[in-house]
């Protein structure tokens, strides 16, 4: 029974509670107003807040943990997660493609270094928690069935990449000596789906959020360039609009930024480039199991033990096995349309949970650990793996819906 009321166990269970009340209740579920120019706007948001912080207030209990200063600490991040939507709504930044966790960083960061942290707002600073939470959710989204259906060939291209892209970004950020836990997050950030794959790995491998922070900074700074080059590219190689957004899908590395890209080219580019993306999302679980299993058996051979069933369990992240459950559940016993009906109440939630958690991320990094001269070696090693995905991804598109779909239609 103890074992079940361990932090790792309290959040799979929080996510299914919630997951359960999408499924039942999907009309009651909050969801986050992109704007605040009503009274009904501003509702909608004081439902969300109200939501969050019970969910706060019930974990904390069941795990004992002290609740004081929680609710005014939660509020104020929450009014930044708030003014980042906000931002993030306005028509000339949607139009660029930013998201709304890119503001939710900068706001926290700007806190933490130009001003300071007070005391007060520190309660609630709990980065994992929400975004454990957050990708448990995430997994309602992900329906295999309709990733085979419409994307086989994307399936296809994704393992490829993924595989190869992985295991390089790891081999040269270990080659440029840089640490195992930046290296691993590193690999995951560019070869499977950016930012929710830096962050499933650094839960995975019990990292440090300073890390992980500077990795999704590297993440989404890349972003924004890639974004405008690559459809230009695409046009002066003459890629077709199918394996332009293949190539797209499989290297720009959050998903806001690859619609907007793949938008820039044509209809067909973007929903190409959502497919190959949704199937990077579904290798996360797969990827994360792969790492844990790895990590437990480097850990137990540091220490002259050999790793047993037991011990890999024990280490294994709990909230992967949420993730897994709720894609499977999602996926197989829901009719598709039905799923992908609570999927949009779901996902709002999760994308709320990840800019809540990356207020957090913010307010805990500061710019002297991103930008020291001990981080150079991320950084070089981040470009040079997203180099070799750029290049690889693209023979594999290539080959994948400029040869073979064409071949097989």
Do not use: H
């Not at 595989?163 to 691993?184: G, P």
């Not at 794959?197 to 440090?208: H, K, L, R, S």
């Not at 480039?273 to 996360?284: C, D, G, H, T, Y």
């Not at 790895?294 to 051979?301: F, I, L």
Request: with cysteine; charged share 15%.
């Amino acid at each position: 029974m103890k074992k079940l009321l361990t932090e790792d166990w309290v959040i799979v269970f929080a996510g299914m509670i919630i997951l359960a009340l999408a499924v039942i209740f999907p009309e009651w579920m909050p969801t986050m107003p992109k704007t605040l120019s009503s009274v009904e706007n501003w509702l909608d948001a004081a439902y969300m807040f109200g939501f969050v912080l019970v969910m706060t207030y019930a974990t904390s209990l069941v795990l004992r943990r002290p609740v004081k200063g929680v609710f005014l600490s939660l509020l104020m991040i929450f009014a930044l997660t708030l003014a980042a939507q906000a931002v993030a709504a306005i028509p000339a930044v949607k139009k660029l493609g930013f998201e709304s966790v890119f503001f939710a960083v900068i706001f926290g960061l700007l806190i933490r270094n130009c001003l300071r942290v007070p005391e007060w707002m520190k309660p609630a600073i709990q980065s994992e928690f929400y975004i454990k939470i957050g990708i448990i959710c995430l997994g309602s989204t992900i329906l295999f069935g309709e990733v085979l259906k419409s994307g086989v060939y994307g399936l296809a291209q994704s393992l490829i990449v993924v595989f190869s892209v992985w295991y390089f970004a790891y081999w040269v950020s270990r080659r440029m000596k840089v640490d195992d836990e930046t290296s691993t997050m590193l690999a995951s950030s560019v070869s499977i789906c950016g930012v929710s794959a830096a962050i499933a790995t650094c839960g995975v491998i019990q990292g440090d959020n300073k890390k992980l922070s500077y990795v999704v900074s590297l993440v989404l700074v890349c972003a924004i360039p890639m974004m405008y080059l690559m459809p230009w590219l695409a046009g002066v190689l003459g890629l077709s609009q199918e394996v332009a957004g293949a190539w797209m899908g499989g290297t720009i590395d959050t998903t806001g930024a690859v619609v907007a890209s793949g938008s820039l080219i044509g209809e067909t580019a973007a929903q190409t480039a959502v497919i190959v993306k949704s199937s990077q999302n579904i290798l996360l679980g797969v990827a994360a199991f792969v790492i844990s299993l790895s990590w437990a058996y480097k850990g137990n051979y540091k220490s002259g033990e050999k790793p047993t069933l037991g011990v890999i369990w024990d280490r294994f992240p709990k909230f992967v096995v949420g993730f897994i459950v709720a894609s499977l559940v999602f996926s197989f016993c829901f009719e598709p349309e039905v799923a992908k009906t609570i999927g949009k109440v779901t996902k709002g939630f999760s994308n709320t949970l990840f800019s809540v958690a990356f207020v957090c991320i913010g307010l805990e990094t500061s710019f002297r650990d991103i930008f020291s001269r001990e981080n150079r070696r991320p950084l070089y090693a981040f470009l040079t793996a997203q180099t070799f995905n750029i290049f690889v991804t693209l023979a594999v598109a290539y080959l994948m819906f400029g040869v073979l779909k064409p071949l097989f239609s």
